[in-house]
């Protein structure tokens, strides 16, 4: 807790050196929100591969119980079909003994009473197993629906996933091999680019060919204005060496992240609601300090894109 409240001063102080107090405020309050909103949706990621297996288990079982139950009903046919054939028998039998001893007549009329009551409860139980068979085909059938439509619904989220990196991708073209990476995983297109190709050292100005590469990506968001954007900044672990107002490199990486918001906002189709500013930096490094490169590859911004999942949302609370 201790820690926590540190950190949020940290962050505090930090922030409220860049920004004005308005601005800084909105972009905690995003920041937090965004937060509660990616843990929502990887619980939401979770919950729906939780209920696609449960489904798919409960489908299995279904097939199991299906099969186990058409099997007992075709025993119950062949009962059923034998007991018939051995009461048209005895009625036959009963015809030929009428003539000769009314005791043989009064034995056959038993064992015919006793067939008759075989056949029937025979029969009600065969009626039973058909109505068994016809619930559990139903539920195969929904179980089948609703896992076809678990399915189609994380394809849809896949696609769109992959048609936003595909449309980013195509867009920085032109900053392939100068810093730029873009992966998708956990449900989110990652867009990580080196300080190399936006920032001097030390400086939060983000130069001409990094606030080109901004201005694509921005482009792009502003094409798909239901995605929420956070922009992280990250540092080496290298201590941050100049004077002014920079108090460290958690405070330079909030600067940068901002820095980039700023870009953003000048595509009037973003939707400032969206986006998000939060400095991290050197305590979520991707490679190690130890090395030039891996410190290269530490000090970066990522631009962190998620899109909104409601119509997942809704079919998990169905479930």
């Given at each position: 807790m201790i820690k926590k409240i540190i950190c949020l001063g940290l962050i505090t102080i930090m922030l409220s050196s860049c920004v004005s107090p308005k601005v800084y405020k909105e972009l905690e309050g995003k920041y937090t929100t965004l937060k509660e909103e990616n843990k929502q949706l990887s619980q939401d990621n979770e919950l729906l591969l939780s209920a696609k297996t449960k489904a798919e288990n409960e489908l299995e079982q279904l097939k199991k119980d299906y099969q186990t139950t058409l099997a007992q009903r075709n025993q119950l046919q062949a009962d059923y079909d034998a007991t018939k054939t051995n009461y048209d028998n005895l009625q036959a039998s009963y015809k030929a003994l009428e003539e000769n001893s009314s005791?043989?007549?009064?034995?056959?009329?038993?064992?015919?009473?006793?067939?008759?009551?075989?056949?029937?409860?025979?029969?009600?139980?065969?009626?039973?197993?058909?109505?068994?068979?016809?619930?559990?085909?139903?539920?195969?059938?929904?179980?089948?629906?609703?896992?076809?439509?678990?399915?189609?619904?994380?394809?849809?989220?896949?696609?769109?996933?992959?048609?936003?990196?595909?449309?980013?991708?195509?867009?920085?073209?032109?900053?392939?091999?100068?810093?730029?990476?873009?992966?998708?995983?956990?449900?989110?297109?990652?867009?990580?680019?080196?300080?190399?190709?936006?920032?001097?050292?030390?400086?939060?100005?983000?130069?001409?060919?990094?606030?080109?590469?901004?201005?694509?990506?921005?482009?792009?968001?502003?094409?798909?204005?239901?995605?929420?954007?956070?922009?992280?900044?990250?540092?080496?672990?290298?201590?941050?060496?100049?004077?002014?107002?920079?108090?460290?490199?958690?405070?330079?990486?909030?600067?940068?992240?901002?820095?980039i918001v700023t870009i953003l906002r000048e595509n009037a189709n973003i939707n400032a609601e969206n986006l998000t500013a939060a400095g991290r930096g050197e305590f979520a490094p991707i490679a190690s300090n130890t090395t030039a490169e891996g410190k290269a590859k530490n000090r970066r911004i990522e631009v962190i894109l998620t899109p909104k999942l409601d119509e997942i949302s809704k079919l998990l609370h169905k479930i």
């Open positions: 005791s043989a007549i009064a034995e056959n009329s038993k064992k015919n009473r006793e067939l008759l009551a075989q056949l029937e409860a025979k029969e009600q139980a065969l009626a039973n197993e058909n109505n068994r068979l016809n619930k559990l085909k139903e539920e195969l059938e929904n179980g089948s629906q609703r896992i076809a439509e678990l399915e189609s619904v994380i394809a849809a989220k896949d696609a769109a996933l992959t048609n936003l990196k595909n449309a980013i991708s195509k867009a920085l073209t032109d900053f392939e091999g100068k810093g730029l990476t873009i992966e998708q995983r956990n449900g989110k297109v990652y867009v990580s680019l080196e300080n190399k190709l936006l920032f001097n050292s030390g400086s939060w100005t983000v130069g001409n060919e990094g606030r080109k590469a901004v201005q694509q990506l921005g482009n792009v968001l502003g094409n798909n204005p239901e995605i929420a954007v956070l922009i992280e900044g990250h540092t080496d672990n290298v201590p941050y060496g100049g004077t002014g107002q920079i108090k460290g490199n958690w405070d330079l990486s909030t600067k940068r992240a901002t820095a």
